[in-house]
């Protein structure tokens, strides 16, 4: 059984339709790319997934379950990790702070965050509004570890970030499909880093899944008509 499963997936901003029949599985620790140009329909996927926005038709399933009445809060409870575009951390409060906050029981914990990243533990009384833009994305990801999810969702985690400090996050990213066994679900535009992490492929073209299958089998041909510039 697929750990996400959405079906024929339609959702709306008002009466403006985002997302037209969209369907996508991903298995218990599969590492899923979300490609499609700007203003496609990856972040309303990721909203809908997350349920910070409800589908209007098809179905989002957890482990089988509808889970499409679910609000948000309960989705991070039974395992659905978010890590936002824009970061969004509590602005006011201190790196360690921002972490308890998030923190529910597993394996992920303080210590093993800022294993992961060990800037975070230098950084750790220090507020997230004074942080790097990149120690944010860190904090940002190590917010929704502390949350000990199933599967998690990275959107945009790499936008507008330093290459030194891309290749960081990139790194994380392969630190966790390697030696975790997390679903993840990765929104990014580098072909190249998502060719070292993605198991698999969907890409969105207005509202649409236009392409999905293996990431091995994308060519140059299918990006360069659905992800070129
Ligand atoms: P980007 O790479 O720019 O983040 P995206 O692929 O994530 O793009 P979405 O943010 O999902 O795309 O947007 C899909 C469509 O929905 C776009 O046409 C966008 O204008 C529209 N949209 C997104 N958010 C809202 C909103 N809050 N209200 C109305 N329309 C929205």
């Not at 330093?162 to 066994?181: C, S």
Request: contains cysteine.
């Amino acid at each position: 059984m697929s750990l996400l499963r959405l079906d024929h997936v339609s959702a709306f901003y008002g009466p403006s339709q985002a997302l037209f029949d969209v369907s996508l599985a991903l298995a218990e620790g599969e590492v899923m790319a979300l490609m499609g140009r700007n203003g496609m329909g990856k972040t309303t996927t990721v909203w809908v997934i997350c349920r910070m926005l409800r589908n209007r038709g098809g179905s989002v399933l957890l482990d089988g379950q509808d889970i499409g009445s679910w609000p948000s809060h309960r989705a991070a409870r039974a395992g659905i990790g978010l890590v936002p575009e824009g970061r969004r951390c509590f602005r006011d409060l201190t790196v360690y702070e921002n972490l308890i906050a998030a923190a529910r029981p597993g394996e992920w914990d303080f210590a093993a965050v800022t294993r992961l990243f060990p800037r975070l533990a230098e950084r750790r009384d220090q507020k997230a509004a004074t942080l790097s833009g990149g120690e944010q994305q860190m904090l940002a990801i190590g917010r929704a570890l502390m949350t000990n999810p199933r599967l998690l969702v990275l959107d945009e985690a790499t936008e507008g970030l330093a290459p030194v400090v891309r290749q960081e996050i990139w790194a994380a990213i392969q630190r966790l499909k390697a030696d975790t066994g997390m679903a993840l679900l990765v929104v990014d535009k580098s072909l190249k880093e998502l060719a070292t992490v993605a198991d698999t492929a969907v890409i969105l073209e207005k509202g649409v899944s236009v392409w999905s299958g293996e990431f091995a089998a994308l060519t140059d041909d299918i990006t360069d008509r659905y992800l070129g510039v």
